[in-house]
T-cell receptor, first 113, second 115 residues
Framework: GENVEQHPSTLSVQEGDSAVIKCTYSDSASNYFPWYKQELGKRPQLIIDIRSNVGEKKDQRIAVTLNKTAKHFSLHITETQPEDSAVYFCAATLPGSARQLTFGSGTQLTVLP | GAVVSQHPSRVICKSGTSVKIECRSLDFQATTMFWYRQFPKQSLMLMATSNEGSKATYEQGVEKDKFLINHASLTLSTLTVTSAHPEDSSFYIC???????????FGDGTRLSIL
C-alpha cells in the first residue's frame, strides 16, 4: 500500500512570512495529491490539490509543487496570517475504483502575530 | 459545492452502549464513502471503505463485527460502534466522493466519549 511521510510536525512562523510543508510518498503510481486544513475539532477542508500530470498549482497565497521523480510534493503558503494557524495534512491517492486517501501525519502550523 | 452531513456531532454514553453515526451526501450521489478515526493530535486513519449495496472493506486491524457499516443508498452510510468501551472514544469522520471524481468531501465528525 501507499505510505506518506510529512515534515515538519510543527512549524511556527511570523505573520507575513512564508511556510513550507513537505511530503513524500512511496508508490510511484499515486496520481492525486490533496492538501487539507483542519482546525481543532473541525472537519478537514480541502485547500488545494494537484494531479500527477501537473508540476505546480497556485491559488492566491497557496501553492503546491509536485516532483514525481523524487516522489515528493510540498505546500507553500505565502504572506501567512494568524488565521492560517491549523493542522495541515497532505494525502496521496492511488488510481483504482476506491481511490482511498492515505494521509500524512500532519503539521501544526502556528502563525505568530 | 458538495456537502456531507454527519450526525450526531457529539455522543457521550456509558460503556456497553451501541452508537450509530450517520453520514449523508446532501447534493450528490456517493457510491463510495469512507470512515476514519482520529485520536487527539494524530492523523486520520482509514477504518473502512463503504460501498453502496455491498459489504464494506475494512482496513487491517479494524474489527468488522465491532464497527458495523451499512451503505444502503447512494446518499447514506451508517457506522455503528457496537458495545462501545472507553478505548473506542475518538473523533469519527466520514467522507464521500461524487461518482468517479475527486476530491473527497468530509463530514463535520462525531466526537464519541464512552464513560
Amino acid at each position: 500500500g501507499e505510505n506518506v511521510e510529512q515534515h515538519p510536525s510543527t512549524l511556527s512562523v511570523q505573520e507575513g512570512d512564508s511556510a513550507v510543508i513537505k511530503c513524500t510518498y512511496s508508490d510511484s503510481a499515486s496520481n492525486y495529491f490533496p492538501w487539507y486544513k483542519q482546525e481543532l475539532g473541525k472537519r478537514p477542508q480541502l485547500i488545494i490539490d494537484i494531479r500527477s500530470n501537473v508540476g505546480e498549482k497556485k491559488d492566491q497565497r497557496i501553492a503546491v509543487t509536485l516532483n514525481k521523480t523524487a516522489k515528493h510534493f510540498s505546500l507553500h503558503i505565502t504572506e501567512t496570517q494568524p488565521e492560517d494557524s491549523a493542522v495541515y495534512f497532505c494525502a496521496a491517492t492511488l488510481p483504482g475504483s476506491a481511490r482511498q486517501l492515505t494521509f500524512g501525519s500532519g503539521t501544526q502550523l502556528t502563525v505568530l502575530p | 459545492g458538495a456537502v456531507v452531513s454527519q450526525h450526531p456531532s457529539r455522543v457521550i454514553c456509558k460503556s456497553g452502549t451501541s452508537v450509530k453515526i450517520e453520514c449523508r451526501s446532501l447534493d450528490f450521489q456517493a457510491t463510495t464513502m469512507f470512515w476514519y478515526r482520529q485520536f487527539p493530535k494524530q492523523s486520520l486513519m482509514l477504518m473502512a471503505t463503504s460501498n453502496e449495496g455491498s459489504k464494506a472493506t475494512y482496513e487491517q486491524g479494524v474489527e468488522k463485527d465491532k464497527f458495523l457499516i451499512n451503505h444502503a443508498s447512494l446518499t447514506l452510510s451508517t457506522l455503528t460502534v457496537t458495545s462501545a468501551h472507553p478505548e473506542d472514544s475518538s473523533f469519527y469522520i466520514c467522507s464521500a466522493r461524487d461518482q468517479g471524481t475527486q476530491p473527497q468531501h468530509f463530514g463535520d465528525g462525531t466526537r464519541l466519549s464512552i464513560l
